[in-house]
């Protein structure tokens, strides 16, 4: 019982680190820009066909796919971002919501005509295959992987807000624009950056998830309402805050579905309302 509960507990871990490395992309362009982005999905499904495009016809090993989506995603983030997007900063939520939905149905018409409707699948290599045994419980290699992965993006995003100057200057902008750009602070520059960032976070995590959540041209709309969740209940512009919210939906999602699979799926939606009744400005101290 209790190898179990520990199984359930590294799976729920796992699987809230794939939403972790999808939502944190979506906090930093709710929190950060204030943009309601509800396209985020659809970066990461990019992401998602760019490391099976590269893994399965070009024979690019997967692990060296890995950074391909990321900046695959990235790109097309930031081209959009300077299309479309932009034009919105200032526009009322409601209008930048009903522009990425639009955007979003627009993107599976895009991943249904290029790669059809079906399931696409991404071959393992060797090494993320299997399991590993620690204390007479089973890990699986490739869910450490994810772990992992979390662990240093997390790392990584709080050195580069924290410590660099582009993360300075990012806390400048979003405290306020104008004293910013009077500063010589390039707010559009920073802000694409920002965007392109969170984009290519988003195609990272797509990539990663292929193994794990599956990839079809549904995939923006299936899983957005997972990645809103983390941001909602997580706060928005922080990183703690979605790291712990995303951690808790993972594993309070995978043992509801274990332990009462009749009601397992709403599982998640209760921890949402118990956790914004005690945390109403979100776990990391800052609304969505």
Not at 141 to 165: G, N, W
Not at 271 to 280: R, S
């Amino acid at each position: 019982m209790a190898g179990n509960i520990v199984g359930i507990l590294f799976d729920g871990l796992a699987y809230g680190s794939l939403l972790f490395l999808v939502g944190v992309g979506l906090s930093i362009t709710m929190g950060l820009m204030n943009f309601i982005n509800l396209a985020h999905g659809s970066f990461a499904m990019i992401g998602g066909y760019a490391s099976v495009y590269l893994a399965n016809r070009a024979g690019i090993p997967f692990l060296a796919t890995l950074p391909l989506a990321f900046v695959a995603a990235g790109l097309c983030g930031i081209i959009a971002e300077r299309l479309f997007f932009q034009r919105l900063y200032k526009a009322p939520h409601l209008d930048q919501m009903l522009f990425t939905v639009g955007f979003v149905f627009s993107s599976i018409a895009a991943a249904h005509y290029f790669f059809g409707a079906s399931q696409q699948f991404v071959a393992m290599p060797d090494m993320l295959q299997g399991q590993v045994r620690f204390m007479g419980v089973d890990f699986g290699k490739y869910r450490l992987l994810l772990i992992a992965f979390v662990a240093a993006v997390t790392l990584a995003l709080h050195l580069m807000l924290s410590k660099t100057r582009f993360g300075a200057e990012i806390r400048a902008a979003v405290d306020n624009q104008d004293a910013a750009a009077g500063l010589g602070i390039n707010v559009n520059l920073v802000f694409a950056l920002c965007f392109a960032l969170g984009t290519g976070l988003a195609g990272l995590g797509g990539a990663l998830g292929v193994e794990v959540l599956g990839l079809d041209p549904t995939f923006p709309l299936k899983y957005m309402v997972y990645f809103l969740l983390v941001v909602v209940v997580g706060g928005a512009g922080s990183i703690k805050g979605p790291l712990i919210a995303a951690l808790l939906l993972g594993v309070f999602d995978v043992a509801g579905k274990y332990f009462v699979p009749e009601i397992g799926a709403f599982i998640i939606y209760v921890m949402m309302i118990v956790l914004l009744i005690a945390f109403p400005s979100g776990l990391g101290g800052k609304r969505a």
